[in-house]
């Protein structure tokens, strides 16, 4: 069994930075792609960066490419995503996920129905 755990959240205004990590732990042999995954009161969840396993392939959702920056160090059961240029509109609850599976199409990637294996999620706040 696998577990995640989000770390980084907090609160900053409009321009500011933060940076999320999660890490996996326990049965991480076959960890595939991670991804990050965001949710506001009353919105579906919905993709916002994801990593493949070797890290050479990232996915972006179009309102936080060339602000945000996903990464996933060696050993890759650890994923940053570095989030610049905050606006209001990105406060939500991020979620991290993971999926066991070696190839993704963007669309599969950025998907919520692809990720069967969640974090408790982390709130981040900015503030106008």
């Known amino acids: 069994q696998v577990q995640l755990e989000e770390s980084g959240g907090g609160s900053v205004q409009a321009g500011g930075s933060l940076k999320l990590s999660c890490t996996a732990s326990?049965?991480?042999?076959?960890?595939?792609?991670m991804g990050w995954f965001r949710q506001t009161l009353g919105k579906e969840r919905e993709g916002v960066a994801t990593?493949?396993?070797?890290?050479?392939?990232?996915y972006y959702t179009d309102s936080v490419k060339g602000r945000f920056t996903i990464s996933r160090e060696r050993g890759k059961r650890t994923v940053h995503l570095q989030m610049d240029t905050l606006e209001p509109d990105d406060s939500a609850v991020y979620y991290c996920?993971?999926?066991?599976?070696?190839?993704?199409?963007?669309?599969?990637?950025?998907?919520?129905?692809?990720?069967?294996?969640w974090g408790q999620g982390i709130q981040v706040t900015v503030t106008s």
């Open positions: 996920a993971t999926k066991s599976a070696l190839a993704m199409t963007e669309l599969q990637a950025l998907s919520v129905d692809y990720y069967g294996l």
């Open positions: 326990g049965a991480t042999s076959n960890l595939g792609y």
């Open positions: 990593i493949s396993p070797g890290g050479n392939r990232v």
